[in-house]
């Protein structure tokens, strides 16, 4: 589309939940700066929702639910999709581009999976597609990594991309507050998708692992490329037991370049629940806070921090993509333009070299640590550190190993589990942000 110089730009918003409200919001208090910023007035054009009948800080003639007709309206010049899931914001935006509107989402459920599909749409009808919303709410680190970086080679990105687990996990440990309260808070202060299962379970901070690999590495993953546990099988007893080897738990997003003897890159995605130290930049990180260490040749390491979930933090960052999609309908220029993309191939859990911390509880009888020890041996294991805590029906031993292919530390646990000796193994977490 050529640049039309003093000229309204129209947006349409789909969706006004947490973060569409603020993102209405800052459009109607911010309009003199937005206006300033962009070159050309910003003018809602209208917002689908799925309920006319709700209260909401609008006028109602700006309302609809018919998407489909607002997104392919002539005075809209740039489409912001906050509605969050596959369908139908998948064909919303697809029409949107086709239409020759430039797109802005949050959506990173849909990103995860479409990214291709729709950088595709947008190259063709020579529009922007930004996303800057859908990894870590009010960080800037998607453009950084797609333009700041464009000229460097990253070999790791790794952070706590997720809000709610975040927010969990922090209360727990600092108050010992209850698991489903917490979810439940962090629902009400807008952290939490739509169907919290997506927090808890890790999907969301998988989806913002497939986003980020895609765009450090310039190849395409996808969420069903990203080893993804949760943090459901956390419990207090886990976070009391990380404090006594100086650690905490935080749920992780790891994305990084496995280099392999022959030469071979391979790409590793994954998203676990995992011991830190308490030394480690990511351990401070707490409540709906995100950050994200980026790992490159040249720059060297880099930390983002910031508000990673909540409605205001989001629209922050939507606004800026907007603000970038109006100057250049209005200035000319697109951008920014996706690389040429490769195909790095996908490095399955199994072979990505890990440590595990295990916590069991044992038979009190001598012998134990010697038989247990020796699963380890067989599986060249080496185990870092031992500690052996209670006695008779209470008697535990806990383990941290040192760096091994995940496959021989998962078949250790699974030794363990057959063992007499070992009565159950009560929790098994990787550890992180460590050295060997
Ligand atoms: N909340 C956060 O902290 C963050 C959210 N995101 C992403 O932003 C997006 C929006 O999140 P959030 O605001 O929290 O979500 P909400 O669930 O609060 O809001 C969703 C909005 O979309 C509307 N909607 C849903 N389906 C339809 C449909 N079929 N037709 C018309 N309207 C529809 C809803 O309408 P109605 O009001 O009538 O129900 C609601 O207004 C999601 O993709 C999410 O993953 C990204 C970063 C942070
Ligand atoms: N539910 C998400 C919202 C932001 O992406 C989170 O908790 O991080």
Same mark, same amino acid.
């Given at each position: ?7 309204t ?16 919001? %800052? ?17 809602? *054009?209208? $917002? ?18 018919d ?5 392919? *309206?002539?005075?809209?010049?740039? +489409?912001?999709e ?9 064909g919303? %935006? ?16 849909l990103?995860?999976?479409? !990214? ?13 597609? #930004? ?24 070999e790791? +990105? ?6 709610? !687990? ?15 309260? !917490?979810?439940?808070?962090?629902? *009400? ?13 890790? #999907? ?26 949760? %943090? ?20 992780l997003?790891?994305?990084?370049? +496995? ?5 071979? @890159? ?5 998203? #676990? ?12 990180v ?18 983002? #921090? ?15 993509? !907007? ?6 309908? +209005? ?39 010697? @038989? ?6 067989? *599986? ?7 500690? @052996? ?19 021989? @530390?998962?078949?250790? $646990? ?7 000796? $070992? ?14």
């Open positions: 589309m050529n640049p039309t110089p003093n000229r730009i129209g947006v349409a918003v789909l969706g006004m939940g947490n973060v569409g409200a603020e993102v209405v919001r %800052i459009i109607s208090d911010s309009a003199d700066d937005l206006r300033s910023r962009v070159g050309a007035p910003l003018e809602l *054009r209208g $917002v689908a929702v799925r309920d006319l009948a709700k209260p909401r800080k609008i006028a109602q003639e700006l309302l609809t639910d998407p489909e007709a607002l997104v392919a *309206r002539d005075d809209v010049d740039i +489409v912001v906050l509605m969050g899931g596959i369908d139908p914001a998948r919303l %935006i697809r029409t949107a581009l086709e239409h020759g509107k430039s797109v802005v989402t949050a959506n990173k459920a990103l995860a999976e479409y !990214t291709g599909e729709l950088a595709t749409a947008a190259a063709d009808a020579k529009v922007d597609l #930004y996303f800057e919303a859908a990894v870590a709410g009010a960080i800037p680190v998607v453009r950084p990594l797609m333009q700041s970086l464009a000229g460097d080679t990253v790791r +990105v790794a952070g706590i991309v997720n809000g709610t !687990t975040n927010f969990i996990l922090s209360a727990m440990d600092e108050t010992g507050a209850d698991y489903a309260e !917490t979810l439940a808070e962090a629902g *009400r202060l807008g952290y939490a998708e739509a169907d919290p299962t997506a927090d808890v379970e890790g #999907y969301d901070a998988a989806a913002k692992a497939a986003i980020l690999a895609s765009i450090a590495f310039h190849t395409r993953v996808t969420a069903a490329d990203v080893h993804r546990e949760g %943090i459901t099988a956390v419990t207090p007893a886990d976070l009391a037991a990380a404090k006594k080897f100086d650690c905490t738990v935080k749920l997003s790891i994305c990084e370049r +496995v280099h392999d003897a022959d030469g071979r @890159q391979r790409i590793s995605a994954r998203v #676990y629940p995992a011991l830190i130290p308490l030394s480690h930049p990511l351990a401070s707490n409540g709906a806070f995100n950050a994200v260490v980026v790992e490159a040749d040249n720059a060297g390491r880099l930390m983002f #921090y910031g508000q990673g979930a909540g409605g205001s933090p989001t629209a922050s960052a939507v606004l800026g993509d !907007t603000v970038m999609a109006a100057r250049n309908k +209005v200035h000319g220029g697109r951008g920014p333009l996706e690389s040429t993309y490769a195909s790095l191939p996908i490095a399955p859990i199994d072979d990505v070299p890990t440590r595990y911390y295990i916590s069991m509880k044992v038979a009190d009888r001598a012998g134990v640590l010697a @038989q247990v020890a020796g699963e380890f041996t067989k *599986r060249s294991v080496s185990i870092a550190a031992v500690r @052996q805590e209670g006695a008779g029906d209470d008697a535990r031993l806990i383990l941290v190993t040192h760096r091994a292919p995940d496959r021989a @530390q998962s078949e250790c $646990v699974a030794a363990l589990e057959d063992m007499d000796a $070992v009565i159950k193994v009560s929790s098994v977490l990787r550890l992180e942000g460590t050295d060997d």
